[in-house]
T-cell receptor
Framework: GENVEQHPSTLSVQEGDSAVIKCTYS??????FPWYKQELGKRPQLIID?????GEKKDQRIAVTLNKTAKHFSLHITETQPEDSAVYFC????????????????FGAGTRLAVHP | EAGVTQSPTHLIKTRGQQATLRCSPI?????VYWYQQALGLGLQFLLW???????NRGNFPPRFSGRQFPNYSSELNVNALELEDSALYLC?????????????????FGPGTRLTVL
């Protein structure tokens, strides 16, 4: 069935270091890969997403890479700051016209990132 | 622009009771999704509604149901509550099917309703 595996489950870095979170998906038809950040007691917030027609996307300190052959994608955060501390979720979905797969996000289990000053 | 809103913020029920959770999507969005986030776990897809119809549901028993109203707001109903139903229930909205190509729409989440079953 559809599955997204996310690693590591926890990640601790020093302020200024880089952080990398990796996800692997099982459904080769997946074509949309968002990343959400969830701070304690708050809603998940979309931070970046990538579609299957591109291999990399950057937004300031955040970047996502996609390897469709290997069915994995990664989140890279550079120059980490204490306010980056949160739980990060990757997800995957696929677009199929009016079928059961459309728009259903399959989430990874999450990575708890702690950035220490 | 107002974001996705959910009510109530917290809900406490006893085992066997029914719970009703509500969601209002972002203006202009026709798709509403429901996810369950149990403590310490990831988000599990529950239901997807668009244009008033249920389009997809996750691996949850039939006692989880819902509906979407003409104004695109949505209700999630959980019948015969069990202790393991205690979780944060998140609603998300997106632009939806009408007038769109096969491109998957970005989903924006509400703050959630924390359901506690005693």
């Amino acid at each position: 069935g559809e599955n997204v595996e996310q690693h590591p489950s926890t990640l601790s870095v020093q302020e200024g270091d880089s952080a990398v979170i990796k996800c692997t998906y099982s459904d080769s038809a997946s074509n949309y890969f968002p990343w959400y950040k969830q701070e304690l007691g708050k809603r998940p917030q979309l931070i970046i997403d990538i579609r299957s027609n591109v291999g990399e996307k950057k937004d300031q300190r955040i970047a996502v890479t996609l390897n469709k052959t290997a069915k994995h994608f990664s989140l890279h955060i550079t120059e980490t700051q204490p306010e980056d501390s949160a739980v990060y979720f990757c997800a995957a979905s696929k677009s199929e016209e009016f079928s059961g797969g459309y728009n259903k996000l399959i989430f990874g289990a999450g990575t708890r990132l702690a950035v220490h000053p | 622009e107002a974001g996705v809103t959910q009510s109530p913020t917290h809900l406490i029920k006893t085992r066997g009771q029914q719970a009703t959770l509500r969601c209002s999507p972002i203006s202009g969005h026709t798709s509403v999704y429901w996810y369950q986030q149990a403590l310490g776990l990831g988000l599990q897809f529950l239901l997807w509604y668009d244009e008033g119809e249920e389009r997809n549901r996750g691996n949850f028993p039939p006692r989880f149901s819902g509906r979407q109203f003409p104004n695109y707001s949505s209700e999630l109903n959980v019948n015969a509550l069990e202790l393991e139903d205690s979780a944060l229930y998140l609603c998300a909205s997106s632009l939806g099917l009408a007038g769109h190509s096969l491109i998957t729409d970005t989903q924006y989440f509400g703050p959630g309703t924390r359901l506690t079953v005693l």
